[in-house]
């Protein structure tokens, strides 16, 4: 019973197309991110969503666009795909607001690679 | 601004003995806490440990230990005992109090050697 998960695990697609990522937590968790890991296994947070709302992006093009149609899924979708998009991408939950003393829960990743 | 850095691309330890992954931290915020993260070659995310600012005493799971100087800025894991499966990528995380994010290093990546 995986606590967040991400689909889909691998995405290969041509540059100029838009794709999504799905991910959904069971954990009743009120806090979702996505992350985006490069080449060189760097962590980068790009968006913070707690109970739906959008509270951190850290300025990422406008052609990414999270949706989070309930707290328990944050979707990722993505426009016009650049070559530059290819990494892996995180999902992850934590508990709660002001919760700093939770871990966050990652989802598997998904693999992106634009050619 | 909170930071993190980690300062050792890479390390190896012979199984069976003890090593010491460097995280230094910046933060204006005195209430935050700190994680490590294990990533195998399989890719995810595996929580550690965890230790918060008002701690008094270091952090422990198993294994693993944190070494926390709040003087020094710096909260470093302490792998007692290596085994070939801690050979993964490690990294250092920090959440501030009432922040939305947690924000890593650029982590470590550990070579046990039989």
């Known amino acids: 019973d995986t606590a967040v998960s991400q689909t889909p695990k691998y995405l290969v697609t041509q540059m100029g197309n838009d794709k999504s990522i799905k991910c959904e937590q069971n954990?009743?968790?009120?806090?979702m991110y996505w992350y985006k890991q490069d080449s060189k296994k760097f962590l980068k947070i790009m968006f913070s969503?707690?109970?739906?709302?959008?509270?951190i992006n850290e300025t990422v093009p406008n052609r990414f666009s999270p949706k989070s149609p309930d707290k328990a899924h944050l979707n990722l979708h993505i426009n016009s795909l650049e070559l530059g998009d290819s990494a892996v991408y995180f999902c992850?939950?934590?508990?709660?607001?002001?919760?700093?003393?939770?871990?966050?829960?990652f989802g598997q990743g998904t693999r992106l690679t634009v050619v | 601004a909170q930071k993190i850095t980690q300062t050792q691309p890479g390390m190896f330890v012979q199984e069976k003995e003890a090593v010491t992954l460097d995280c230094t931290y910046d933060?204006?915020?005195?209430?935050?806490?700190l994680f490590w993260y294990k990533q195998p070659s399989s890719g995810e995310m595996i929580f550690l440990i965890y230790q918060g600012s008002y701690d008094q005493q270091n952090a422990t799971e198993g294994r693993y230990s944190l070494n926390f100087q709040k003087a020094r800025k710096s909260a470093n894991l302490v792998i007692s005992a290596s085994q070939l499966g801690d050979s993964a990528m490690y990294f250092c995380a920090m959440r501030e109090g009432g922040g939305f994010k947690t924000i890593f290093g650029a982590g470590t990546r550990l070579f046990v050697k039989a």
């Open positions: 992850a939950s934590s508990q709660g607001l002001s919760s700093m003393n939770t871990e966050a829960f």
């Open positions: 954990l009743g968790h009120d806090t």
């Open positions: 933060t204006s915020d005195p209430s935050y806490g």
């Open positions: 969503y707690n109970n739906k709302e959008l509270i």
